[in-house]
């Protein structure tokens, strides 16, 4: 089976930076897209980046300028770096990948809690 396993999320301070990171693991032929959502209190999950296989990002215009996606294909891993983080900002962060193991299926991480707050 496949396993994403997020880290970096916690309670920073306004203006603060955080890096998250969401490793794949398992019987994996082949990785597509992967990427990060969020979800506030009482609101609905959001896209907030993707990056495909070939390295072409996409971002919600609220972190644009602010959070860079990146991905290592040797390690299976993705990473959300965000700076100048603000407090609505603050959410759940779940990764995602589509991921091939005997067919293509759409995999979760556990989600990362990132609070930031002076």
């Known amino acids: 089976q496949v396993q994403l396993v997020e880290s970096g999320g916690g309670l920073v301070q306004p203006g603060g930076s955080l890096r998250l990171s969401c490793a794949a693991s398992?019987?994996?032929?082949?990785?597509?897209?992967m990427g990060w959502y969020r979800q506030a209190p009482g609101k609905q999950r959001e896209l907030v980046a993707t990056v495909s296989s070939g390295g072409i990002t996409n971002y919600v215009d609220s972190v644009k300028g602010r959070f860079t996606i990146s991905r290592d294909n040797a390690r299976n891993t993705v990473y959300l770096q965000m700076n100048s983080l603000k407090p609505e900002d603050t959410a759940v962060y779940y990764c995602?990948?589509?991921?091939?193991?005997?067919?293509?299926?759409?995999?979760w991480g556990q989600g990362t809690q990132v609070t930031v707050s002076s």
């Open positions: 995602y990948a589509g991921i091939k193991i005997m067919s293509w299926g759409n995999y």
């Open positions: 398992g019987n994996i032929v082949s990785i597509s897209d």
